[in-house]
């Protein structure tokens, strides 16, 4: 039989998943069950997030890899904790450098956009502070599927085609050369077996010393090798000073729900911008509060865009961005017609996102990502490690707040999120997809609770996307009813026929003894309980 495993001719619904003992909910089947097998071997969430993360890093490195950052909202033991894994700049990289190399753009594949990875330290930082079983346990799904081989999924196969195709026309020069000996000169199918022995051999070496080898080892040195042996910018002292953090996730009340995102130099602010803002404003009816959102969505990613840097970096404060007399402030210029701001075009990207839950009551709401795809295209010879390419993001006009500087991390677009109630824990949810990940928050949020629709329902909601101005990409099973209204209210509404734009998530909401999951429909996504 020669079956297409992209189409899906007709409507289908998924439920929610119920489960006592612990819960895995992520973008990719192998994954998530690699996930709920540490769950089941006496693990914790964080233990299993880990091992989740690790193997996405295999079966799905059409999004995230070795060489990503990583992010992450944990509740432990009756706590809320955030994680900041993310790279900056290389010290030898800066305007003045670049302009020395006749360079005025940062280009998505190219040394310019290539920041420190942070992926590694992420993993070993949560472990520390609240795994429960051995650090090298964690890593073995993931070096089993990378040595064994493992089916790809189809999701994954539609990505990987496309990235394949587009580097064959755009990567030139023996550098590139390397994506292609890793990943291979043709993309797989649905269901082949890939191996990727070169991840199996550097995720074993991180997994025994504690990812030490990433950042003051043998791998470190390779890394080194590589960029000065192709002109990148890269010195060990950029990897052996680099640090993961533990942070103070910050929150707005919204409707009784206290609605927790990271602090800068990730985006997630604007989701909760956004949230304040809505409050100020009433509706009557469905399009009304679509309208809403979406002004308020627009208002809060101005400010966003203006101010979002490393926190180090910043010139407002957080407090205010997410003050109420600020929001009250900004709601007034919402009207019953759209706004038209300016900022420039939003880009798109790749990510994954996965929600772990254990039997303790622990929860965690983790993202990793590559930022473009694979990334810079740019892969460390024999290593498996796909460079992402953060640093695309920065600006080169020193009159920006992203500007680029040495050792500066640039706006981060991936945000996990996490919603609580009276100093309890509801459940971690999260929505990746580059810059419309605070978009997602925001109507997967609004979906729960202005809404009530539960997870599953709350994730298979019809998407809208802010593009630029007044330009709102939908998708196609949009009501075009409200479509309609929203035209009349003068924003300019366009279909789209893939669902890819419009990013994917996860939830996972404690109701009393009984954890409710939801998954993704746009992606291959899957919960696995026990």
């Given at each position: 039989m020669n079956f297409d495993y992209l189409e899906y001719p007709y409507s289908s619904k998924r439920t929610c998943v119920f489960s006592k003992n612990g819960v895995v909910a992520t973008s990719e089947p192998l994954a998530a069950q690699a996930g709920i097998d540490i769950l089941r071997k006496g693990g914790n969430a964080i233990d299993a997030a880990i091992a989740t993360a690790a193997t996405l890093t295999v079966v799905e490195p059409t999004s995230n890899g070795i060489g990503s950052d990583n992010f992450a909202i944990i509740w432990y033991n009756g706590k809320l904790y955030g994680m900041n894994s993310s790279g900056y700049s290389p010290k030898n990289l800066s305007i003045k450098e670049l302009h020395k190399r006749g360079i005025n753009e940062i280009k998505p594949h190219s040394w310019e956009a290539v920041t420190v990875?942070?992926?590694?330290?992420?993993?070993?930082?949560?472990?520390?502070?609240?795994?429960?079983?051995?650090?090298?346990?964690?890593?073995?799904?993931?070096?089993?599927?990378?040595?064994e081989g493992y089916p790809v999924s189809a999701i994954v196969s539609y990505y990987w085609k496309r990235a394949n195709k587009i580097y064959k026309q755009k990567l030139k020069g023996e550098i590139f050369k390397y994506w292609f000996e890793t990943f291979g000169e043709k993309a797989p199918n649905p269901g082949e077996i890939i191996r990727l022995p070169y991840h199996a051999e550097t995720l074993k070496k991180i997994s025994e010393s504690n990812a030490k080898e990433f950042y003051n080892g043998n791998l470190t040195e390779k890394i080194i090798q590589f960029s000065k042996k192709y002109n990148g910018y890269f010195d060990y002292s950029d990897f052996e000073n680099f640090k993961s953090e533990l942070i103070e996730p910050v929150s707005i009340n919204y409707m009784g729900y206290d609605i927790w995102e990271l602090p800068p130099n990730v985006q997630g602010?604007?989701?909760?911008?956004?949230?304040?803002?809505?409050?100020?404003?009433?509706?009557?009816?469905?399009?009304?509060?679509?309208?809403?959102?979406?002004?308020?969505?627009?208002?809060?990613?101005?400010?966003?865009?203006?101010?979002?840097?490393?926190?180090?970096?910043?010139?407002?404060?957080?407090?205010e961005m997410l003050s109420e007399n600020y929001a009250k402030t900004r709601s007034k210029l919402i009207s019953n017609y759209a706004l038209e701001p300016t900022p420039g075009k939003i880009p798109s990207s790749?990510?994954?996102?996965?929600?772990?839950?254990?039997?303790?009551?622990?929860?965690?709401?983790?993202?990793?990502?590559?930022?473009?795809?694979?990334?810079?295209?740019?892969?460390?010879?024999?290593?498996?490690?796909?460079?992402?390419?953060?640093?695309?993001?920065?600006?080169?006009?020193?009159?920006?707040?992203?500007?680029?500087?040495?050792?500066?991390?640039?706006?981060?677009?991936?945000?996990?999120?996490?919603?609580?109630?009276?100093?309890?824990?509801?459940?971690?949810?999260?929505?990746?997809?580059?810059?419309?990940?605070?978009?997602?928050?925001?109507?997967?949020?609004?979906?729960?609770?202005?809404k009530n629709l539960n997870p599953q329902a709350a994730l298979d909601a019809p998407r809208w996307q802010w593009l630029e101005k007044k330009t709102i990409l939908i998708e196609k099973d949009f009501p075009s009813h409200i479509a309609e209204k929203l035209e009349r209210m003068g924003h300019e509404i366009k279909f789209s026929l893939s669902s890819g734009p419009f990013g994917r998530g996860q939830i996972i909401i404690k109701e009393k003894d009984v954890y409710v999951a939801g998954t993704e429909k746009r992606a291959d996504g899957y919960i696995a309980v026990y």
């Open positions: 990875p942070g992926t590694p330290s992420g993993w070993n930082l949560i472990w520390k502070n609240f795994g429960k079983l051995d650090f090298k346990k964690l890593f073995e799904p993931a070096i089993k599927y990378a040595n602010i604007i989701t909760l911008m956004a949230l304040n803002i809505l409050k100020n404003t009433t509706y009557n009816n469905e399009y009304e509060l679509f309208h809403n959102s979406i002004e308020a969505l627009k208002l809060a990613f101005i400010d966003g865009k203006e101010y979002i840097t490393d926190i180090s970096k910043m010139e407002v404060k957080i407090e790749n990510t994954v996102y996965l929600a772990t839950a254990d039997k303790w009551g622990n929860m965690v709401s983790f993202i990793q990502s590559n930022y473009m795809g694979f990334g810079s295209g740019i892969v460390v010879p024999k290593t498996g490690i796909a460079l992402q390419n953060r640093g695309h993001s920065f600006s080169l006009n020193k009159n920006h707040v992203n500007y680029l500087e040495p050792l500066k991390k640039p706006y981060h677009t991936i945000i996990p999120g996490f919603i609580t109630k009276n100093n309890n824990p509801i459940g971690p949810f999260g929505v990746m997809g580059g810059y419309m990940q605070p978009q997602g928050h925001l109507q997967v949020i609004l979906n729960m609770i202005d």
